[in-house]
């Protein structure tokens, strides 16, 4: 039976730089999958691009293209990234640039755009689309002075449609996380829009893959202090084959590890109902997954059902939603946590005396509750140390302005032993907020353009 093998080399815009480079050097594989993007990064690009209109993508993806463009090109490894953000075009045209400065002429750079539909708002909300908020069903109109950005996630038929154009690197905005694995599957198999267990595959495929290092024992509570080599895990990757079954592994010698355990981790990753995971292809069942371990580092995937999509796009949109600011001081042994509870009632009071009104006020012990909350166990008595962390939220900046400056006094005016303040005064930030909706397909046309380098 057919296979073909796509290796992820990129979890979210900051992954390793280095993890890509070993993914097309390490062994054979025919497709490098990208994942630069998450919801609250979209309003980063869209302010870049609003100051240069030469940006508004994920710049990293130019020069890790420099080191491996001569490679993918001598083995045939075709990229796929979602690294356009909210200028395909622009990261098409720098990474041509790129091409032609290493002397690699006809190579194929694909880009999928119309994504981006910001500009579009007043319009579609006049002709009745509400983009109501999927969590609150509020309508957008709520917030739409506030809105700075504005994405459909398309998925993976319009990446097919540049690899049938020949290719060689897609490049799209935003793109729903498991499209940019699914697609390969589809052109190599040449999968119909109507086989929904095959696709519900290739999305379950995408979903366990896209986190990166995550499915190969990053971040992963499974007997993770027997994990070897973490210093140089292995990054995924699908041995898919034509009939929908999949194998996940890494590269031989590589660290890490690949077990049904693991990616059963990645699997309940991010997912709401189980029986509905909702893409523009389809509606996979993971309950219907069947997993194997067939061999050291291989994992086995069957089973998986699908059904038909949905008529509607998810559209991802950010807003402002005031601002925030930070503080930290470290109180040390005898009495640390003690102390830090002090500094935190002192500070409140002061803040009350000073009629600075906030939207929330939030305090952490990091060493004692940070993690857990009230569900935190009572610390012992003799704790080393306690940071004191002290957060506030309102849309009066000058608010935040004041309180970043009440938290120095504390270190001669309040409690004993306070150190941790090496950084200064902390900074004012926007808050970006996160508005879920959908929007009919009938009202989004991906636009596709392949050029030649």
């Known amino acids: 039976m057919r296979t073909i093998r796509i290796a992820n080399g990129q979890g979210f815009w900051g992954d390793s730089l280095e993890a890509p480079v070993e993914q097309v050097t390490l062994g054979p594989v025919d497709y490098l999958s990208l994942d630069y993007l998450a919801e609250v990064t979209m309003s980063i690009l869209q302010k870049q691009k609003a100051r240069d209109p030469r940006l508004g993508y994920a710049r990293d993806f130019i020069p890790l293209m420099e080191r491996i463009l001569p490679i993918c090109v001598e083995k045939d490894i075709k990229v796929i990234a979602n690294a356009g953000g909210v200028n395909p ?23 999928v755009a119309g994504d981006d539909i910001l ?8 002709r009745g689309h509400e983009l109501r908020n999927l969590d609150t069903d509020c309508p957008l109109s709520d ?7 504005a994405n459909v996630y398309f998925g993976a038929f ?25 697609a390969p599957m589809i052109y190599e198999f040449g999968w119909r829009e109507d086989e929904y267990d095959k696709l ?28 070897p080599d973490l210093d140089r895990i292995g990054y995924p990757i699908v041995e898919a084959y034509e009939d929908g079954t999949f194998v996940i592994t890494k590269h031989e010698g590589t660290g890490g590890r690949v077990t049904s355990a693991i990616i059963k981790e990645q699997l309940v990753y991010e997912i709401g109902d189980p029986r509905q995971y909702i893409t523009p292809e389809c509606i996979a069942d993971f309950t219907t997954i069947h997993l194997e371990d067939i061999g050291p580092d291989r994992v086995k995937v069957r089973g998986v059902k699908g059904a038909p999509p949905t008529a509607f796009y998810k559209v991802s949109i950010s807003y402002f939603a005031g601002y925030k600011a930070v503080g930290t001081l470290v109180y040390s042994w005898p009495d640390a946590y ?17 009629g600075l009104q906030f939207e929330e006020i939030l305090t952490e012990f990091l060493g004692v509750n940070a993690c857990h909350g ?44 306070a150190t941790g303040f090496a950084g200064g005064r902390p900074r004012v930030e926007e808050i970006i907020a996160y508005w879920p909706a959908l929007l009919p397909k009938s009202e989004v046309t991906p636009i596709v353009e392949v050029i030649e380098a």
């Open 338 to 354: 003690e102390k830090a509870r002090r500094a935190d009632e002192i500070l409140r009071k002061r803040l009350a005396r000073l």
């Open 200 to 227: 519900a595959a290739g999305v379950v495929a995408g979903h366990i893959v896209e986190c990166g290092a995550q499915c190969t024992g990053g971040n992963s509570q499974v007997a993770w202090k027997t994990l």
């Open 374 to 417: 009230p569900l935190a166990p009572e610390p012992p008595p003799d704790l080393a140390e306690v940071q004191l962390r002290i957060a506030v939220r309102s849309h009066d900046e000058q608010a935040l302005e004041r309180f970043t400056r009440e938290i120095a006094p504390l270190i001669l005016n309040g409690p004993p032993t």
């Open 119 to 126: 500009d579009r708002l007043d319009e579609l909300m006049a």
């Open 158 to 182: 319009p990446i097919v449609d540049a690899l049938r154009q020949g290719a060689q690197v897609v490049i799209t905005g935003r793109t729903t996380d498991t499209g940019i694995t699914l």
């Open 89 to 111: 075009g622009a990261c098409r045209d720098a990474l041509v640039a790129v091409a032609r400065k290493l002397g690699l002429s006809g190579v194929r750079i694909g880009i």
């Open 143 to 149: 917030i739409r002075p506030r809105v700075q950005s």
